[in-house]
């Protein structure tokens, strides 16, 4: 069953001279327990186009799925080096993920969600990560 949320996303990238981009994302959505965790789902629209995003939240992992006008999915847990093909209006986009930490926290209130990652594309390093996934009950 499926119950309504607020959703938070934060990330924080900073590419090898150090210089960081910031996002922010606040959207309504849906939350439902799943054995051993969560599954989040939200709307949100970005250069006007709709973007479904799918988080699901386990003790040790995190996979992100878009789906819309932008498509990806992006399994992090710590330690762990994957794969990720991001598909653009523009084309496809290949990159390799490397999670170094991950944190998961749930409250009968909400619960937060928090990686750390490096982004790359074959040997060279495009963007430290950070991305922090908040949702309250409403």
């Known amino acids: ?22 996002t922010f ?3 309504a959505g849906k939350y439902a327990a799943r054995e051993n965790g969560a599954e989040i789902r939200f709307a949100e629209t970005e250069d006007g ?16 799925r878009k789906s819309g006008a932008v498509a ?15 598909m653009t209006p523009y084309g496809e986009l290949s990159f390799i993920n490397k999670c170094m930490n991950l944190s998961v926290d749930f409250t009968e209130e909400g619960g937060c ?22 949702y309250e009950f409403v």
Not at 5 to 22: A, C, F, L, M, Y
Not at 113 to 134: P, R, S, W
């Open 1 to 22: 069953m499926y119950r309504d949320i607020k959703v938070r996303i934060t990330g924080i990238s900073t590419n090898p001279d150090g210089e960081k981009d910031t």
């Open 25 to 27: 994302t606040e959207a």
């Open 72 to 86: 990806s999915d992006m399994y992090f847990a710590p330690n762990n080096t994957a794969s990720l093909n991001y």
């Open 113 to 134: 969600a928090e990686v750390n990652y490096d982004l790359f594309t074959g040997d060279d390093l495009i963007a430290g990560n950070f991305v922090k996934i908040t």
């Open 49 to 64: 186009n709709k973007i479904l995003t799918t988080v699901e939240i386990n003790p040790g992992s995190i996979r992100i």
